[in-house]
């Protein structure tokens, strides 16, 4: 045998150089069964059909949750969440992780249309959900030996539960019967990058590195990601239409603390039409803060908002409230061009990395 092929294989055998990708901690491709997964709500039901099938139904008063029960220390070491997803309309995904008395953890992204969406997770994609009746958690941080639970949802459940007609047509949130379908999900201990980290000093909120989208869109905002030689590196790309009376936003999530002591935001942006960005932050307290941004045709610019200069939004929930970027819980951008009367235009926009700085 050849002497350098049986030195690697030598130090394949002792360790010294990784054989294959570690064995996941749980793995399931639904050709034989579901896996363990159930299916809770009025409407809900599991069954195999080129993956896992979820049937539901959007409707008034009702909600319905795909599972997975784990074992408390099951998922200690769990580093990435991986499977594919397809779903009957364009939509937008939760997925939870339920701590045994502790919080509830979600990220959420995307899903076009009869489309099969691939999605990576890390860890650190999952933020505290802090709404009014979700549930508390004793300190504030994903506690993996704890969690019994993975939830997968339909969030435009949640959306139609507030009767909203405008929102719900932002939304392109249709009732009646749904269903997606699930494929080759597992839970492994190799790691995959995070979108919004912290170390130190530098603050990600979004590198925009995984292949699915964690912004929702509305105003019929059609999200896709790419790269633009105008703005460095991997870069949101938003198509839309600046016309009368329509709004053109699209909004993330900010996980709880993440912005604690941050003086800045920067982001690069790009755009084929002038536009009248507003950028707007959104605390756990119900306050709401907006900084405009006015960017020309044709032309990128990176622009850093001072949060301390942000304005109280009209439409804050609390009007009291000041700016405080430990509360922030999240980040939206929105195109007022067509609603201040401006001519009829296709744009495309393009926002690149998005950074907090403390200093």
């Not at 990058?193 to 603050?203: E, H, M, N, Q």
Request: proline share 6%.
């Amino acid at each position: 045998m050849n002497n350098a092929v049986f030195g690697w294989l030598s130090l394949v055998g002792l360790g010294l150089l990784p054989s294959q990708t570690p064995e996941p901690l749980l793995k399931s491709d639904f050709k034989t069964s579901e896996s363990g997964w159930v299916a809770y709500g009025k409407t809900a039901k599991v069954s195999l059909a080129s993956g896992l099938k979820f049937d539901y139904a959007i409707q008034k008063g009702e909600l319905n949750v795909l599972v997975l029960p784990a074992e408390p220390d099951s998922l200690t070491k769990a580093k990435s969440f991986r499977f594919r997803i397809k779903a009957d309309a364009n939509t937008f995904i939760a997925v939870g992780l339920q701590e045994v008395d502790g919080g509830r953890y979600v990220a959420t992204f995307q899903v076009p249309k009869d489309t099969w969406q691939t999605v990576e997770l890390s860890p650190l994609d999952f933020s505290l959900s802090v709404e009014p009746n979700d549930p508390k958690d004793p300190d504030g941080k994903l506690d993996l030996d704890r969690v019994n639970g993975i939830a997968i949802a339909d969030i435009g459940q949640l959306f139609y539960q507030s009767g909203d007609r405008q929102i719900l047509n932002l939304l392109d949130v249709t009732p009646g019967a749904h269903s997606l379908v699930m494929d080759d999900f597992s839970v492994g201990t190799d790691s995959v990058p995070a979108s919004a980290w912290k170390s130190g000093s530098d603050v990600r909120i979004d590198t925009f590195v995984h292949p699915q989208i964690a912004w929702v869109a509305l105003g019929g905002v059609n999200l896709s990601l790419g790269t633009n030689p105008q703005v460095e590196g991997r870069a949101l790309k938003c198509a839309y239409k600046q016309a009368p009376a329509t709004l053109a936003a699209l909004s993330r999530s900010v996980a709880a603390g993440l912005l604690d002591g941050a003086k800045s935001i920067s982001m690069p942006f790009a755009t084929t039409q002038a536009a009248k960005l507003v950028v707007q932050v959104e605390q756990t307290d119900g306050g709401k803060f907006n900084m405009p941004v006015d960017l020309a045709e044709n032309a990128s610019r990176k622009v850093s908002l001072n949060l301390a200069e942000f304005k109280t939004a009209e439409d804050s929930k609390n009007p009291a409230a000041k700016m405080q970027p430990e509360k922030i819980k999240n980040l939206s951008i929105v195109d007022t061009t067509g609603m201040l009367g401006g001519p009829v235009h296709d744009n495309t926009l393009w926002i690149g990395q998005i950074r907090a700085a403390k200093e």
